[in-house]
């Protein structure tokens, strides 16, 4: 739900911050007040369209910044979030902020990071439906219109059984194509897959072995300057005439008499030997060493030839030997493929025929329990709109079907072609719901109403029925009692309390009716600081309702007051 909207500098708001609770949240005030202003920031952080001239005057910019509580979001947010680079939610919550400024520059974040505004607007999808004359709806779409249905009917189930068989057979589809070419190219892609098959396995390839051969090359080349080296430092080690062993002696024999005169020195030779003893240990290390160097100009050569191998291999076919011998064994499967590609096509094929039996089967089904549910779904519908005083009104569900042929030679010409199916992953059929508001009417589409309060109370009727299936939890309304009054304003309300039960309700209204109802009232005012004009919005007590809600009736009166009262009773 959305817990706290801040707006600043948005229109006649220069800064403020509206904290929302769950359940029915309602929002009045006088025309003009600024209660829309909620709607318009709400728009502009789920990723509509910005415009400028709504930065208040005198700012360069203004900033919308809105925290939902997504504990029990049933949408898969957080892995959209981690795909998309995003920062995740803390503590369940999640912090969408929008800015834009006079120059135009626009700026958005999720939880601090950085966003674009078609990401902005999916999650905002997954959030907020905003019912009113700034629409965010996605009642409005045929494919949320036919998940809506199949939400009503529990045929979620069935949808993804029918979505894994279509996934199933595009795949066969995608398989066979690669298969499935002329023979020139053919004998090219057999030609080039048999050599590098070759180049690899020949190579007989060890994961660690580059570093390994790069040493011993190195070495190798170097086997002159090496010996020498170590040569060197033999003879001054102990070949030389004067070398550091000779001398050692002399010392030790110095150090020896000097213990004789004073035994206390004794350290001092002990510590000698110990030099002397690591001396004769560099010595036989280094003798080691150089025996070990070989001048083998046949060794070096076979070496060099090894690494300009390795190193050849590694820029045709990847980066690392690692990835150069998983190229050659996926280089194998589809050598293997290509040559029994005549058995594997068919195997392909008999495999399509199956799945596609079975995903026309599936889609059947599907259609049949859609057209079963529809009549129940109209009929729960067309029953909230009479108590939202559409007495004569129609709601209908049209579906129109559009499967996959039967069992032919067509299909076998399809299948072998390599067409892929061209069918949405949610069955054969396209719904479109139409509501016709008066008797000798044709029905229309949702999307073809032109009153926005009809519209709304649609959309109100359709969310008291499905509200256990819809998964979108907060719905702001704009409007919904447009053209209402009186019991019907009374149903509307009452509508809104039974949707707050499972979800989020915001409801900008002008009716008492439909406010009195509500678990928190809000109230939009407009006034006057310091020769400018702000928009404030605060959360009423009690009595604070009471005599807004007398307002509404009419005028603060001791009727009004009594009829407010009885009315929030």
Sequence with gaps: M????????????????????????????????????????????????????????????????AVFDISRLRAPLAEFLEENGIEPCEDGHLVLKRSFTAAGVNRQFINGSPATLNTLATIGEWLVDI??????????????????????????????????????????????????????????????????????????????????????????????????????????????????????????????????????????????????????????????????????????????????????????????????????????????????????????????????????????ALSAKRRKIIPQLNKAVSRQLSELGFKQSRFEIELRTDRLPEESDQNHSRAATGAPVNFSQNGFDIVEFQFAPNPGEPARPLRAIASSGELARVMLALKTVLAAEDQIPVLVFDEVDANVGGETGHAVGEKMRQIAKNRQVLCITHLPQVAAPASAHYVATKQTKGNRTVSEIALLAKPERVNELARMLGGKTEAALLHAQALLE
């Excluded at 009642?139 to 939400?151: G, K, M």
């Excluded at 001048?295 to 076979?302: I, Y």
């Excluded at 011998?325 to 094929?349: M, P, S, W, Y």
């Design 131 to 364: 019912h009113g004359p700034h629409e965010h709806q996605s009642l409005l779409r045929p494919a949320r219109q036919l998940e809506l249905l199949d939400a009503f009917g529990k045929l979620q189930p069935e949808r993804e059984a029918f979505s894994l068989l279509v996934r199933r057979v595009n795949n066969l589809f995608a398989e066979k194509t690669s298969l499935i070419v002329d023979e020139r190219t053919y004998a090219q892609q057999l030609d080039l897959l048999r050599f590098q098959v070759k180049e690899i396995t020949e190579a007989s390839l060890q994961a660690d072995e580059a570093e390994r051969v790069e040493q011993d090359y190195g070495r190798a080349s170097n086997a002159a300057s090496l010996l020498q080296l170590a040569q060197t430092a033999l003879a001054l080690l102990s070949e030389n005439e004067g070398s550091l062993l000779t001398q050692a002696g002399s010392v030790g024999r110095s150090l020896l008499e000097l213990r004789r005169i004073d035994p206390s020195s004794e350290p001092l030779l002990n510590l000698h030997e110990h030099a002397v003893s690591a001396l004769r240990e560099l010595q036989s290390g280094l003798s080691r060493y150089a025996d070990k160097i070989e001048l083998d100009p046949s060794r070096l050569a076979q070496l060099e030839e090894r690494l300009n191998l390795l190193q050849a291999l590694k820029r045709k076919y990847g980066g690392t030997l690692a990835e150069v011998i998983e190229f050659g064994e996926d280089a194998t499967r589809k050598l293997k493929a290509l040559e029994q590609r005549d058995a594997e096509v068919e195997r392909i094929n008999s495999e399509i025929s199956k799945t596609e039996k079975a995903l026309l089967q599936a889609g059947e």
């Design 2 to 65: 959305l817990t706290i909207l801040h707006i600043k500098n948005l229109a006649l708001v220069a800064d403020l911050t509206l904290e929302l609770g769950k359940g029915y949240n309602v929002i009045t005030g006088e025309t003009g007040a600024g209660k829309s202003i909620l709607i318009g920031a709400l728009n502009l952080v789920l990723g509509e369209r910005a415009d400028r001239t709504l930065i208040r005057a005198g700012s360069d910019s203004c900033m919308v910044e």
